[in-house]
């Protein structure tokens, strides 16, 4: 929502769009008739866009084990994860064509960037039922993660205007907030049976409940429709 604010604004104050008598929005391309029936055009205008996106995952683990009697083996590792996500956009419009007697072009630029630090732990156990099968267990906890979103919007309008032409531009500092989510815990099933040290066969089994996935806000803003939205679409992976 906050994306689509910024641009609003931007178009405004570069009057790319503006408000008629009746406070609704205009612009070279968008006009009404007197049933304030919405009239678009002329068409043709140039269309570019192009997006660059650009992110990392690192995971740091601190990691323990232990055995009993060689036969059972357990392990566990505490994880604090770095995410650093970046995109970059740049839409443009323009009339080569000279279609439109006032409108020449505008370019739109957006980008974000997301920084931050997720924490959980991991636990699994391998337990040997005899010499040529093994049994295995895991639990990887939910990750909490503490993010820092910084984004900006800019806008340039080019047109003519008494046989002359104009621009105008729009320069937006940088916004930042930060939010929180939560990712579900997954956990892990698996067998496999060794025959005289020379075949492996193994098979395991993952459960992972991606609808229990909540976004929430250190300020108290409310994620209620993200957190709907999720619950509804997204599905048990296993």
Known sequence: QAYGNAVTDDALYTSLIYRDSK?????????????????????????NESVTMKGRINDNSWTMGTNFNNRVYLGASFNVTNLSYTEKEVYAES?????????????????????????????????????????????????????????????????????????????????????????????????????????IVSADYEFQRYSKALFSDPEGLSYDAENELISQQARVIN
């Open 23 to 47: 406070n609704r929005y205009v612009s070279d391309f968008i006009k009404y008739d007197n049933n304030s029936k919405p009239e678009f055009g002329p068409y043709g205008i140039d269309q």
């Open 95 to 199: 009339d080569s064509k000279n279609i439109n007697p006032t409108f020449d072009g505008f370019t739109m630029y957006r980008s974000y960037a997301d920084e931050g630090n997720g924490y959980g732990y991991k636990i699994g156990l391998i337990g040997l039922a005899t010499n040529s099968i093994r049994l295995a267990a895991a639990y990887h906890s939910p990750v909490y993660w503490n993010i820092t979103r910084q984004w900006q919007t800019d806008m340039d309008f080019y047109y003519t205007q008494n046989d002359s032409a104009q621009s105008s531009l729009t320069y937006n500092s940088i916004n930042e907030f930060k939010y929180n989510l939560y990712t579900p815990g997954k956990a892990v099933l698996g067998a496999a049976y060794i025959y005289k040290k020379t075949l």
